[in-house]
């Protein structure tokens, strides 16, 4: 459900509080944990529940996400960073 791909995603330079981008998904029942990726980068495991935050960086990304049942998705998008 977060990130959108349709959206670009704007982090602020100078503010590092706000360099964050949470990354939640809806699961069926029973999973207990999701496992996220940028591109093949490893980005952690969260419960269903918990969004990880995601330290985003300039550029496109592929993100992924795979629960402990085998099942995945995946969006792209856009980060940009502004002063």
Do not use: N
Request: hydrophobic content about 40%.
């Amino acid at each position: 459900t977060s990130p959108r791909p349709a959206l670009v995603y704007t982090l602020r330079a100078s503010d590092t509080k706000k360099q964050t981008i949470p990354l939640r998904t809806e699961t069926a029942p029973g999973v207990r944990k999701v496992y996220w990726f940028a591109g093949q980068q490893f980005l952690g495991v969260s419960a269903p529940a918990e969004p990880l935050l995601w330290q985003a960086s300039p550029g496109s990304w592929k993100l992924q996400v795979l629960d402990d049942h085998g099942r995945t998705a995946a969006c792209e998008v856009r980060v940009e960073m502004v002063e």
